[in-house]
Structure formats: structure tokens, C-alpha cells
């Protein structure tokens, strides 16, 4: 063996030492959106429904939430999971979701890409063609079905938790961009969704930088000017984003819609809680009817399918349970440490 050979093989069997913390992750995506799932070295969650673990990581770890979701190890743009036990004794898993700002309520994409994994990597049983995983989320329970071939799932759709128009037909003026009108609605968080058109912005990755600056001032002024309520859990009363909605660019899709989220987040995939919002809002304007599909492309061209599989009463809301579909893909492993030492083991983000 050479030296360079040898040195080569050292690089491959050192560790760092003992007093670094490690952490392993499984990569993902769906339709483009990342997904770093945390599997191994997170340190123990107390509490025992959701909530109560996503408000014990925020106070308590959430150091770990930036060192990974931030550079050097992410980017502006990182999201991530931890899988935690299930609330429900009937429940496969629970999950925390984990982006630039803090820690998401639901995640369409994210139920995806983890039932895939979940799947593939045999967390769970992979011996159907279809298979039923159910998963706690912060904003209750939601139920994912894979389409598997031989160990591959080719497919991933869930049904989500009840999703509802919270206001409609709404304006509200905007520094820079004076009245913009636009509609709240709830698909597992809440969101503003505009018409591309009217506030004069591109759904392509040319308007990237524009839509992330048109986003978050509308953003800003709604929550500014609106009280955003839920009717159960108090902790999902804030707007998570804005969505633009315009033509598709895509042969075989309906529509095409871009989210910026968290701080000022673009989302790469059509946002599945997204597409159940605007199931819940073109239900409620008589647009679409029971199971009558809507294509909705991304930013990159990636695709998800939303309709609505049900009518439901929630609280004081005519609401629905959206079914929306698509695909993920593993990406990779990773080992990250921590050196105690580094100055910048938190994490910092650039936008």
C-alpha cells in the first residue's frame, strides 16, 4: 500500500473524540424540498403528547435545531424532522418538524419523504403493496398510505388533518406594494395565498429573490393587522407563510403555486399543507367538488396532487380532509459533529 493509500485509509476509520457530540441523519427529498431526518444522537425529548416535546426542544435544544438546519452544515433553505414516539397508541411514530426559524405544526413534504424512508430503510414493515403509516404531528393525527413495489414506494399520499378557510376575499395594505388582496387558509399551518399576477411576480426560480422579498412584507402586514386563531391549539396561531398561485408552466397540471415560509424560506416543492389549504379554498368557492383532482406544480416543476376526500365540521369551520400526493427519494447518510471548541457550532444563516 502506498502512502497516500494509507493516509486515505486512516481518514476512513478516525473519530473525532469523546467529548464531541454526534449526531446521524437520513437525507432526503420530495419533489426537491430537503428533508434531514434526525435517527441517532439527539438527546432524550421529554414530554408526553406533540406540543409538549416540540415546546421542550424549543426551550431546550433548540441550539441543536440552528447547528443543524444553519450553516456549515445546512443553508437558508435546510429542513429537517426528528422522529419522536407516538402520542397515540394506534400511531406508527410522531415527528417534529424543524426549518431556518423554528419548528413547523405539519409538513406535507415532510410526511412524504419520512413515510418513504420510514419504509425503505424498514422502520417499519415493508411487506404490502400498499401500506397504511399513521403519524402524530403537532397539528394532530395524519394518515399516510405508500404504493410499494418490491421495497421501493413509488408513491406517498396522505390524508391530512382538517383544513379550513380562515378568511376570504381579504385585503390589507402592504409597504411597497399598497392593497393586496388575499384569502387565509388552514391546511396544517396557516397560510396567506395571493395571486401571483396581482402583487406582479414570476413562480420561476428567475423571481427567487423577489419572491422571497414580496412574501414575507406580505407576510408581515397580515400578521400585523390580523389575529390568526385556531380553534383547538393555541400553539398553531401564527401564519406560517404566503403562497402564490398562478398558471401552470407544466403540460398535465392545473396550477402552479410557490410558499415562502419561516423566514423567508422557498419552498422547492408545491408544499403539500399548502395544497390542502388551497383544496380548503377552492372547495369552499365551489371550484372543485369531491375528488376531482388539482395538479399543482412547484417552483422547479415538481408535482404534487391535492383534492378533497371528505367535508368535515371543525369547531365553528366548514372544513375538509384534503388528500395529497407525490414522491421522495433517500439522498444520503450523514455522521455531523460538534466540537465544544468551535465558535460557531450553533450555526449561522445568510440569506
Known amino acids: 500500500m502506498d502512502n497516500l493509500e494509507w493516509r486515505k485509509k486512516a481518514l476512513k476509520i478516525w473519530q473525532p ?70 402520542e397515540n397508541p394506534d400511531s406508527d411514530f410522531g415527528v417534529l418538524f424543524l426549518h431556518n426559524e ?65 378568511a376570504k376575499d381579504e385585503k390589507v395594505d402592504v409597504p411597497g406594494l399598497g392593497e393586496v388582496n388575499f384569502d387565509i387558509a388552514f391546511g396544517g399551518a396557516f397560510y396567506a395565498l395571493v395571486q401571483a399576477d396581482e402583487v406582479n411576480v414570476g413562480l420561476t426560480s428567475a423571481s427567487f429573490r423577489e419572491l422571497i422579498d414580496k412574501g414575507m412584507v406580505i407576510k408581515q402586514a397580515v400578521m400585523k393587522n390580523f389575529d390568526i386563531i385556531h380553534p383547538f391549539r393555541s400553539d398553531l396561531n401564527f401564519l406560517y407563510g404566503t403562497i402564490f398561485i398562478g398558471s401552470p408552466l407544466e403540460e398535465g397540471s392545473d396550477s402552479r403555486n410557490v410558499c415562502i415560509f419561516a423566514e423567508g424560506e422557498v419552498d422547492r416543492c408545491p408544499t403539500g399543507t399548502g395544497v390542502s389549504a388551497r383544496m380548503a379554498l377552492h372547495y369552499s368557492r365551489g371550484e372543485i367538488g369531491l375528488n376531482e383532482p388539482l395538479v399543482i406544480e412547484s417552483i422547479i416543476g415538481s408535482k404534487y396532487t391535492g383534492s378533497v376526500v371528505e367535508a368535515v365540521k371543525y369547531g365553528p369551520y366548514d372544513a375538509v380532509i384534503p388528500r395529497v400526493e407525490g414522491t421522495a427519494h433517500i439522498t444520503g447518510k450523514n455522521e455531523f459533529w460538534i466540537d465544544p471548541k468551535d465558535p460557531l457550532k450553533r450555526g449561522f444563516i445568510l440569506r
Open 102 to 166: 423554528g419548528y413547523s405544526t405539519m409538513c406535507g413534504h415532510g410526511i412524504i419523504a419520512v413515510t418513504t424512508v420510514a419504509l425503505e430503510t424498514d422502520l417499519l414493515p415493508n411487506n404490502r403493496p400498499e401500506k397504511m403509516v399513521k403519524i402524530d404531528t403537532p397539528a394532530g393525527l395524519v394518515t399516510a398510505f405508500a404504493r410499494i413495489n418490491g421495497k421501493r414506494v413509488e408513491s406517498v399520499h396522505f390524508l391530512n388533518v382538517p383544513s379550513f378557510v380562515f
Open 17 to 86: 473524540p469523546d467529548d464531541w457530540q454526534k449526531i446521524t441523519t437520513i437525507e432526503a427529498h420530495s419533489a426537491g424540498e430537503p428533508l434531514r431526518i434526525l435517527i441517532d444522537g439527539f438527546p432524550e425529548i421529554k414530554g408526553t403528547t406533540i406540543l409538549e416535546r416540540r415546546r421542550y426542544v424549543k426551550e431546550n435544544y433548540d441550539f441543536l435545531r440552528t447547528a443543524l438546519m444553519w450553516e456549515p452544515r445546512g443553508h437558508a433553505d435546510m429542513y429537517g424532522c426528528i422522529i419522536t414516539p407516538p
